[in-house]
C-alpha cells in the first residue's frame, strides 16, 4: 500500500476570518484533492457537547466524544457542502458564534487534541489533501510539502465575519465581533498544545488587501513552483 507520507497535503493555517476557509475550499475543489476542515471536528465536538449535557471543563468526557464523533461531510442537493452529526444536519448550527466560541474551549484541552488527531490524518488520501486549521503545518501534517499561513488584520476579519453573518440574514454587531474574535485569537495563540502558530517552513500570505483569486493564484504558484501538482 501506498504510504500516507507520499500523499501531498497543502496546510492553509491561520485565524478565524483570515479566509483559510473559502481559500481552502477552492483550492480544493480547483486540484480536485480532498479537503479537511478541521475546525469544524472542534465545532463538532463543542455541539455534542452541547446536544449530551457535557460541561465544556470536563476533559476526558469530551475526548470520548471527540473520539466516538458520529460524523459525515458530505454535500447536499444544492451542491453545497454539509456536515450530519449523528445523521442530523447541522452545517448551519456548527458555524455559529456561540459553537465557534465554544470550540476554541474545546480545542484548548489536549486530550481532546490528542482524540482527533488520528481522525485528522485519515483525510489524507490520493490526489491530496488540503488541511485548513491553526496547527496542520505544525503539528498534524509536519511533513507536507506546501504550508501556508494565512492572516489579515482584525479590523478586516471582523467586517468579512460581519459581511458573511449578514448574508446568512443574521444580525451582528460589529463592535462585539471585533472583541469576541481578538478574545479568540488570544486563547488560540496562547493556548498551552499546539498553539496557533505559523510553522517554521510556513509561507505567510497577509490577505488584508488581496482579494480570494489573487491569493488562491500565489498558492497554486507555489504548488507548480515544488512540483507538487
Ligand atoms: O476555524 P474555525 O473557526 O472553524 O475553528 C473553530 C475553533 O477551533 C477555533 O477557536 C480554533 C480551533 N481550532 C484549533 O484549535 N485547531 C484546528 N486545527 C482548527 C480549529
Not at 475550499?25 to 465545532?43: F, I, M, N, P, T
Not at 448574508?167 to 498544545?193: F, Y
Not at 500570505?205 to 480570494?212: G, H, M
Amino acid at each position: 500500500m501506498l504510504g500516507t507520507s507520499l500523499v501531498p497535503v497543502i496546510t492553509v493555517d491561520g485565524p478565524g476570518g483570515s479566509g483559510k476557509g473559502t481559500i481552502s475550499r477552492l483550492l480544493a475543489q480547483k486540484l480536485e484533492w480532498h479537503l479537511l476542515d478541521s475546525g469544524a471536528l472542534y465545532r463538532l465536538t463543542a455541539l455534542a457537547a452541547l446536544r449530551n449535557g457535557v460541561k465544556l471543563n470536563r476533559e476526558s468526557e469530551l475526548a470520548v466524544l471527540a473520539r466516538d464523533l458520529n460524523v459525515v461531510f458530505t454535500v447536499n442537493q444544492e451542491g453545497e457542502p454539509s456536515i450530519l452529526l449523528d445523521g442530523t444536519d447541522v452545517t448551519l448550527d456548527v458555524r455559529s458564534e456561540a459553537c465557534g466560541e465554544s470550540a476554541s474551549k474545546v480545542a484548548a484541552l489536549q486530550s481532546v487534541r490528542e482524540a482527533l488527531l488520528q481522525k485528522q490524518r485519515d483525510f489524507r488520501a490520493l490526489p491530496g489533501l488540503v488541511a485548513d486549521g491553526r496547527d496542520m503545518g505544525t503539528v498534524v501534517f509536519p511533513d507536507a510539502p506546501l504550508k501556508i499561513f494565512l492572516t489579515a488584520s482584525l479590523q478586516e476579519r471582523a467586517l468579512r465575519r460581519h459581511e458573511q453573518l449578514k448574508a446568512q440574514g443574521v444580525n451582528a454587531n460589529l463592535s462585539s465581533l471585533l472583541h469576541d474574535l481578538s478574545e479568540r485569537d488570544a486563547r488560540d495563540a496562547h493556548r498551552a498544545v499546539s498553539p496557533l502558530r505559523p510553522a517554521d517552513d510556513a509561507v505567510e500570505i497577509d490577505s488584508s488587501k488581496l482579494d480570494i483569486p489573487t491569493v488562491l493564484d500565489r498558492i497554486l504558484r507555489l504548488a507548480i513552483e515544488r512540483n507538487i501538482v
